[in-house]
């Protein structure tokens, strides 16, 4: 276990994202990430006290769109790609409310 | 074919009536086929021929564009219609796009001949093509080597002579890094100057297309046909630089005055091969251009910060890979959470799941403020130093890389080692920047690239300074095997 | 011990723009399972969202009725979970910076009180798609045209104090969404949905209690009845010791019973951030004012000129002014007749029975505003009294025909009024002098009796004549 490090708790996260990992896999998972976690922990050291996120290079405003309809329908076209439908539906296993 | 040819070249032979669409195509498919590198995922050969055949006849009617009839190769990261797109993953093994991208469009509406989609790292997540699952691309120049990444196909292509130019994204440094170790001349433009629309996203806020080309040339009239407004991208810029469409008509002009180029120290820090920037920098000053050392001191915290901001957004714009609507879904699912699970784990490889679970880590609740906020304040620093610098210097030089191409194998095993490779073209993909890889010399005969970084929306300074180096120097146009590439269709 | 509910809701109202939020998809409700899904609705890869301006403005629009702080920036935000019915497995809301932040609206309670119920914020988000659970055996199929429709979510403070009065809040907020034009208001096609927080505390004290969320409740009277059910619910626990859980409940009408609800993410944790595909929002306060001025005339505004300007009594002005098709019709009845008392009558009285009987909304009204309006025209020129008048309206209320003339009914059905002295004076003076008794009590001062002959001349005309005129030529005959 790394030291000072919080433990990384990769069932949790490897939930959140719905990925499996088998046991060995998991160590492997988990060690890397240990890694990138530290390697990316360099950059507490710089003061960002008053400094304004930027989420996005255009540090701008969004454009809009007019509220027209300009798609027409392609369910056919769309579904070519899909792994399971039938009657137009996408189908999963069955899902329990 | 005899030679490898720019892209102007096959442009004017073609409009010349020299060769035929038709004929430059097969003799590009023949080269394809007997290629070593494994560059391409795809040979779209019908598509190509059919392509050629409609650029052929809109030559015969006068009605075409310089690039029509030209061939070229899409990374495999843009949506083609008709033909599978896979960015590089076994995920999208079988994804054929109802749409194409809007770059794509762009380039089928100028008439190119697509002759099919290159190699990549999976998602574009890689700087060395060894995260594919197509397998590894290697370097035209030794094969042992990688091309780099994400976009080693593209790059391997080129350097090959395969196709004169090919498409490329760049995220935190996919077009330049691999165009350095490969030799040839890449280019990322400002975020915004070319739709993201139908292109496979990686990270939103960083991902932007770009040509990979022999020269400056090429790439300038590349970008005047890649570039454009796009109202189904609302990061689409809409700019109005009536350079472009000159640049594409008459070839870049030689610069109206010298420029003061900025050497920003950081990047300078630890090089180990000095010696090769340094003759830029010297040719450079003798064609009387000012170099001055400048400052960009946020520079060391560009990396972290690209991996918190490239995997927040890539955990996220990778969810769609859920098995139902598209792409690989597993075998007999028993539940929902089944299908999401194995489906998932099955289709991405170990990169891309190291790159989610990063980004699901720095997303969560309780370390949102510590990684996700604290990266994009030191964004701004990372963007103000840019704008600080600016204010004083045209553009700015440096490496583009730290090494030349490694070999293959060497840094898979160490995701901390394989990421300093974007230590010089991660902190313009954070701030949006245009910047340009070109060819500037050897290191035990593997090419090193040099980087031109300009204010945002200044391809132009770029493509001038670059064209203008490559009028006084040669390095672009070598090849492996002692080949040259020709600027002119008959040699 | 005695309880008090405390109760949030949070309303999603659908906003009836044309296209998607994010793509130029229809909304059109009612299309065949995935026929109106594009590309961007999939979340296929390499697509974008682009921001439809009608939702920012219907969000502005909402903002303003309720007297909100308009952020002029506000930030879309994604909001991660995997569940089917969401092809990204994002969807994008406004989390940190919504566009509308804190307003109120005035409850109008049945006591003839009111309340200010705090709402705490409203922002824009995509609706998700639907789920069939009972179409494909094992299966479930999924269908996407929902997903992307805009939604406006209306987040209360817990303000409300018993399910009647959350039920009320919802039908109010129903009100003003579609007096704003900004939805259909449509609850069977689930264009207004909404998700209750509930919890009880012993009378008298002030900190909470632990609540539950009732997920999805989308008509007037499921409201009221889900949560009744899980206040009476949650006393039920805490009266017999136990405790209650923070949960997600879901209201099975059929049932009669609000249980536990599996949840969509085990964590929940939604690792919101800001989506870097949509830069952020900003509108112009010049964007604010132009959507002000256009504004329409909301309830209590038209409440008071009911009052003020037509001389309306309070209770009719409100009962005219809460619904915007009321209040249309109202002042459509008012535009040909001229008359707003007599009109609110009639709304109020004969045109409200009728419809309440026949479970019509008034916009369908088989009576239309322009005939009622006629028809009130009749009773203020005498051409009709109050008992023609009925007539008259039941007829009309049969035909259902919009093109029906009135004054050609009233010629048709004989319901004029006999107005002319000279008919009308032969009538009285036959009915004096069939009657000589009660005009000799009448004729002694005994006025009592005057009631019994103008009865006798209306029964003789058949109800048409005008009693004013009976009465005075009575008078005049003695």
Known sequence: MSEAKPTIDLAHLANLARLNFDPNSSESARADLEKIIAMIDAMQAVNTEDVAPLSHPLDGAQRLRQDLVTETEQRDNFQSTAPSTSEGYYLVPRVVD | ?491 | MSWEAVIGLEIHVQLATQSKIFSGAATAYGAEPNAQACAVDLGLPGVLPVLNEAAVEMAVKFGLAIGAEINLHSIFDRKNYFYPDLPKGYQISQFATPIVGKGEIKLDLTDGGQRIIGITRAHLEEDAGKSVHDLFPGQTGIDLNRTGTPLLEVVSEPDLRSASEAAEYFRQMHSLVKYLGICDGNLAEGSMRCDANVSVRPQGQEAFGERTEIKNINSFRFVERAIELEIERQIDVLETGGTIHRETRLFDADADETRTMRSKELSEDYRYFPDPDLLPLEITAAFVQAVRDNLPELPDARCQRYQQAMGLSAYDAASLSNDLDRAEFFEAVVGVCGNPKLSANWLNGELSAHLNNADVEIAASPVSAEQLGQLIQRIDDDTLSSKTAKQLFKALWAQANAESNVDALIEQLGLKQMNDDGELSAVVSGVLEANPDQVAELRSGKDKVLGFLVGQVMKATGGKANPKQVNELIRKSL
């Open chain 2, 1 to 491: 074919m005899p030679g490898i040819k720019t892209l102007r070249a096959m442009s004017s032979a073609l409009k010349n009536r020299e060769i035929s669409s038709t004929e430059l195509t097969q003799e590009h498919l023949a080269k394809i086929a007997a290629d070593k590198t494994n560059s391409f995922v795809t040979v779209a050969k019908d598509n190509a021929l059919e392509q050629a055949k409609q650029a052929q006849q809109r030559r015969e009617q006068e009605s075409s564009h310089p690039l029509t009839g030209v061939p070229l190769a899409h990374k495999d990261i843009f949506c083609t219609q008709g033909i599978t797109t896979t960015c590089g993953s076994r995920m999208l093994e079988n994804f054929v796009a109802p749409y194409d991208a809007h770059v794509v469009a762009l380039l089928n509406q100028a008439g190119m001949v697509t002759l099919g989609k290159t190699n990549m790292d999976e998602f574009a997540m890689g700087s060395s093509n060894e995260s594919s699952h197509f397998g590894p691309v290697s370097n035209p120049w030794n094969l042992d080597k990688v091309p780099g990444g994400s976009s080693g196909g593209s790059a391997a292509a080129v350097a090959a002579g395969l196709v004169a130019c090919a498409t490329g994204t760049d995220t935190g440094g996919s077009i330049r890094q691999p165009a350095a170790l490969c030799g040839i001349t890449g280019l990322k433009p400002t975020y915004g100057r070319i739709s993201r629309y139908g292109m496979i996203a990686f990270a939103s806020s960083l991902d932007q297309a770009g040509p990979m080309t022999c020269d400056a040339e090429d790439a300038a009239l590349m970008l005047s046909a890649m570039a454009g407004f796009d109202s189904k991208d609302s990061t689409s810029a809409q700019r109005q630089d009536a350079w472009l469409a000159d640049f594409a008509e008459q070839g870049i002009p030689d610069l109206d005055r010298p420029l003061k180029i900025g050497l920003p120290q950081e990047y300078y820090a630890d090089l180990s091969n000095g010696s090769i920037i340094e003759a830029v920098q010297n040719t450079l000053a003798q064609q009387g251009h000012e170099l001055v050392d400048v400052s960009l001191p946020h520079t060391q915290a560009a990396i972290p910060v690209y991996y918190v901001i490239a995997g927040a957004e890539a955990s996220t714009n990778l969810s769609r890979y859920d098995g139902v609507r598209f792409g690989h879904r597993c075998e007999n699912p028993q539940s929902l959470e089944d299908l999401y699970k194995r489906s998932r784990s099955e289709g991405f490889g170990d990169e891309v799941k190291r790159r989610i679970l990063t980004g699901t880590y720095t997303l969560s609740v309780g370390y949102f403020d510590a990684y996700y906020i604290k990266a994009q304040q030191i964004r701004r620093l990372i963007s103000e130093d840019f704008s600080n610098v600016f204010a004083d210097v045209d553009v700015l030089l440096t490496p583009t890389s730290p090494t030349p191409a490694f070999s293959k194998g060497q840094l898979s095993d160490d995701p901390i080692a394989m990421y300093q490779q974007d230590l010089y073209t991660v902190p313009t993909s954070l701030a949006g920047l245009p910047a340009l890889s070109m060819p500037c010399g050897f290191v035990d005969g593997l090419p090193v690239g040099a980087q031109l970084i300009a204010p945002a929306f200044r391809e132009d300074v770029l493509l001038g300074l670059a064209a203008q180096y490559q009028k006084h120097s040669d390095w672009h146009l070598q090849r492996p095997n002692g080949s040259r590439v020709s600027k002119e269709w008959a040699t």
